[in-house]
């Protein structure tokens, strides 16, 4: 089909992913990881873990997803799926950190198991619409976004505008549709 580029596989919905996944589609396993990377690490970071811990923690999620994928009844139900799978390793993690210091008198086996906290849940779940919305903006929009909000140095106007290769004067009006597309997609999500 001329014109009309296919969106890659991260955008796909998660229907499609998981059914491509199973497969044995390459593409789609490389979108199934890159559409919920930041979910995944999102939930070692917000416990406290170290980037080292988190990547581990990614290693093994990953690994179960692989193992677990076909279990999966519900692919729309693959994020909190992701989720929780993630506070557990990161529960084991602990666990295991505090046996290495057992002799403090901490009780290790106290940790929980429980599902993620409502309240973690709800902001990660956010946290992914969010993720999930800005990857389906248009290219100029998504960098935009990106270069003004995502960076940890904000650039000047003429450096995004150099970079985007349009006017200077243009980057406020960009912007404002920009962000404009993104609050609506954002609220057809239930984001509001």
Request: aromatic share 8%.
């Amino acid at each position: 089909m001329r014109g009309a580029a296919a969106k890659p596989a991260s955008q796909w919905p998660d229907e499609k992913l998981v059914h491509a996944c199973l497969k044995g589609n390459q593409a789609a396993w490389s979108g199934l990881i890159e559409k919920y990377k930041n979910l995944i690490f999102s939930i070692p970071i917000k416990f406290g873990l170290s980037n080292d811990e988190a990547n581990d923690i990614f290693q093994s999620v990953c690994g179960e997803l692989l193992a677990q994928l076909s279990k999966l009844r519900e692919p729309k139900a693959l994020p909190k799926w992701l989720m929780q799978t993630s506070y557990h390793q990161c529960l084991r993690w602990k666990k295991r950190r505090l046996t290495l210091i057992d002799d403090s008198g901490i009780d290790s086996m106290s940790l929980s198991t429980d599902d993620l906290p409502d309240a973690v849940l709800f902001q990660v779940e956010r946290e992914q619409i969010v993720r999930e919305v800005i990857t389906a903006l248009p290219e100029r929009c998504k960098n935009m976004v990106h270069m003004l909000f995502f960076e940890d140095e904000p650039r000047p106007y003429d450096e995004i505008a150099k970079e985007l290769n349009l006017a200077t004067g243009s980057i406020g009006f960009i912007r404002g549709r920009c962000l404009a597309q993104l609050r609506k997609s954002l609220h057809e999500r239930g984001f509001y």
